[in-house]
T-cell receptor, first 115, second 110 residues
Framework: DTGVSQNPRHKITKRGQNVTFRCDPI?????LYWYRQTLGQGPEFLTY????????KSRLLSDRFSAERPKGSFSTLEIQRTEQGDSAMYLC?????????????FGAGTRLSVL | GQNIDQPTEMTATEGAIVQINCTYQ??????LFWYQQHAGEAPTFLSY????GLEEKGRFSSFLSRSKGYSYLLLKELQMKDSASYLC???????????FGRGTSLIVHP
């Protein structure tokens, strides 16, 4: 399977704990995105990488959130001191660079539940 | 910012035709996407419109009017498997990152 892969699929944690999610994009895609989606809403943009460079971050991304893509391949999203409001589906997407059409290919997401 | 508006929920009968509307307000518009998302699954790409007019792809068609800030997704010969959320997303600016609407939940019944 050469699609976008996210791990874990589900994560249950207690408030105040740190969590880390991983995304493996489609191998030839230079761009990688993180989104958050809550029930009944569309995906909300969090941040995006072009290769290893983090080029844009949403104001939604508080200082408790950090994302990395150290070698321009897989990416991690870490949430520190989780809060109940962080409960959501975290989606990763990738796309090839240099295309105006910029079709994004999404992973199945990591569902986070903060108790 | 971008205001993207689409109906929350629609229902339709198997075999029928349904039109899902999307209106938007934005500057620096590049194009408009439609994605399909089944419950608990990843969004998947359906269509991309950058010029005015209708683009047809099998049972699905998408229309865009840039001057009116309006798009619709037309689904023909509805099947039960078409029950899903349909996301309208607008791309703007130099990064071409789409901003998504809240989605329209389509329920197809026999």
């Amino acid at each position: 399977d050469t699609g976008v892969s996210q791990n874990p699929r589900h994560k249950i944690t207690k408030r105040g704990q740190n969590v880390t999610f991983r995304c493996d994009p489609i191998s030839e895609h230079n761009r990688l995105y993180w989104y958050r989606q809550t029930l009944g809403q569309g995906p909300e943009f969090l941040t995006y990488f072009q290769n290893e460079a983090q080029l844009e971050k949403s104001r939604l991304l508080s200082d408790r959130f950090s994302a990395e893509r150290p070698k321009g391949s897989f990416s991690t999203l870490e949430i520190q001191r989780t809060e109940q409001g962080d409960s959501a589906m975290y989606l990763c997407a990738s796309s090839p660079s240099g295309t105006v059409k910029n079709i994004q290919y999404f992973g199945a997401g990591t569902r986070l539940s903060v108790l | 910012g971008q205001n993207i508006d689409q109906p929350t929920e629609m229902t339709a009968t198997e075999g029928a035709i349904v039109q899902i509307n999307c209106t938007y307000q934005t500057s620096g518009f590049n194009g408009l996407f439609w994605y399909q998302q089944h419950a608990g699954e990843a969004p998947t790409f359906l269509s991309y419109n950058v010029l005015d007019g209708l683009e047809e792809k099998g049972r699905f068609s998408s229309f865009l009017s840039r001057s009116k800030g309006y798009s619709y997704l037309l689904l023909k010969e509805l099947q039960m498997k078409d029950s899903a959320s349909y996301l309208c997303a607008v791309s703007k600016g130099g990064s071409y990152i789409p901003t998504f609407g809240r989605g329209t939940s389509l329920i197809v019944h026999p």
